[in-house]
């Protein structure tokens, strides 16, 4: 029995300081991450969500420039970037995207230059790597009340604006008739999103951000049909994988003999990729032999 | 079908939830509306026929407050004559994927209490409501299916339960028939009707196309080129008034009661509008 927990968890996964942070900062940005994610992947925003990733690149190496928490690099160009989308989206979703796309090309630009500085200033090249690809065991455990913090807004923001944002995600036009202001409830979202997605930043890097975000959303949408309940499927997968992921993480130093443990980020990514796919199968499988047995039904009636 | 043998105009000046009195509206420039009028009885329907930008959609965006009128007057009231008239709105459809985690209820629920911000609670009063007017659009069987998964004419019935469920005196329903087969035409129709006779509300539907109507609307507001001629059906859909209004030979024949929209053979004219041809390969016969 002992043998079998410690082939699963390897020696000191429980003893070491790093992992505790890691499952909560997991465990808290996979929260946010999926009512946002439910939302941005119902809205058709999976492009912005993308892009405020890619984006927080810039945000994190210019903070690790000035010695700032990364989180406050995420959320500040997180909030520039959004602010940059809707002022050149005129009108309509073609609009949008394409401002979107014109902000993110300057900022990976921008990105490129920060993290050059970053590696020739400071001498270290790894600031690029944690920036784009992150990690959850280097989250510094002071940072757990501002990340407390942040998924406290989004859940708040996220339940207060749930009907009118669920309304205007269906149609704009009757959310207008009914009296929402779309507008509003549209730059609320935003607002829920750049924090959500700094979150994810954090977690796994500002190039996977969009994995954790939009992922485990696209997966509970599959399996649930109200709302709500995605939101929760989307979060117990999201914190599913981000545990699993350390756990996998830490065994992995024990795979190869040079003990060199994978980057956690890689794990997390991948679960959520693995469980994409299952559940897509599954769900595959189930409609084909519904409509089977639909088929059957109709035979033997006749 | 006639206003109960009633003398229209005192029937209307008395229980009319929509009055539009020389209603002009300039977008761009360009006048859509000019000098719409007409009024709509309480509890009856009203087809709003005209090619395509006629200007219906402008005229149902006016009555909805979302478009300013240039001059003229525009007043809903309400059955008791006190309130301002509730305006419910039906769009010809929504863009859902079939994946979007939103149930038929869900979305007539959020006809009920959709702007008002925190999560709905789950309360008895609140389902019985939602029920009664999935219920009341025959929806009740694919309650419980994701909306985007729904087939157009089931989505219609969705979509008019959406708008019903806050028990409006007035229902603005755009193109509900483009897309439709027929025998989901023939059903929201029916539905329309139906609403009009037991609830009491009026119904202004848009469409391009006359034949489905037919014998549902007590009433027909033609728009062309943004004029507007209202009336009764036996006063308006004749070969004289369509004509015109296509710009195109269009016979008016009554068969059996029914009345028959049938497009002229022959080649269509060099300047022919496409709801004109569009109305030609629709009636061969």
Known sequence: MSALIHALFARGLFSTATVPTAAIVGALAAVSASAAGVFTVMRGQSFAGHALGDMSAAGGSAAFLVGVSPLAGFIGIGAVTAGAISAFASRGRRARDVSTGIVLGAGLGLAGLLLYLDTTRSSTTGAAVSVMFGSMFAVASSTLPAVAAATGFVLVCVAALYRPLLLSSASGELAAVQGVRVKLAEAGFLGVLVVAVALSALTVGAVLATALLIGPAATAVRVARRPGLAIVVAAAIGIGSTWVAIVLAYDSYYWSSSHAAWPVSFFVVGVIFVTYVAVEILSSVRSRRAKYRRARSVRSTR | ?285
């Open chain 2, 1 to 285: 079908m006639s206003l109960n043998g009633c003398d229209p105009q005192v029937t209307l000046g008395r229980t009319a939830v929509l009055e539009v009195t020389d209603l002009t509206v300039v977008l761009g420039g360009r006048v859509v509306l000019d000098n719409v009028t007409f009024d709509l009885a309480r509890g009856s329907v009203a087809g709003l026929i005209g090619p395509n930008g006629a200007g219906k959609t402008t005229l149902l965006k006016a009555i909805l407050g979302f478009v300013t009128a240039q001059s003229g007057s525009l007043k809903r009231s309400a059955a008791d004559g006190r309130a301002v008239a509730k305006v419910g709105y039906v769009p010809q459809k929504i863009d859902l994927d079939p994946d979007m985690p939103l149930r038929a209820r869900d979305l007539v629920g959020l006809g009920l209490d959709g702007s008002r911000l925190g999560f709905p609670l789950p309360s008895r009063k609140r389902r019985t409501r939602i029920d009664e007017a999935l219920e009341a659009v025959g929806a009740a069987q694919f309650a419980d299916k994701r909306v985007g998964r729904l087939s157009g004419g089931e989505q219609q019935r969705v979509l008019i339960a959406h708008a019903v469920i806050r028990q409006p005196d007035l229902l603005l329903l755009d193109e509900p028939l483009a897309n439709l087969d027929l025998r989901s035409e023939r059903e929201v129709v029916d539905l329309v009707a139906s609403l009009a006779r037991d609830s009491g509300i009026a119904s202004l539907v848009s469409t391009h196309d006359v034949n489905p109507l037919v014998g549902a609307m007590d009433k027909v507001v033609y728009l062309a080129a943004g004029k507007s001629a209202s009336g009764r059906v036996d006063e308006v859909v004749t070969t004289e008034v369509l004509s015109a209004l296509y710009g195109h030979q269009v016979d008016v024949l009554r068969v059996h009661g029914r009345v028959v929209v049938s497009a002229a053979p022959g080649p269509p004219p060099p300047h022919v509008d496409p709801v004109a041809k569009h109305l030609a390969e629709q009636v061969p016969r």
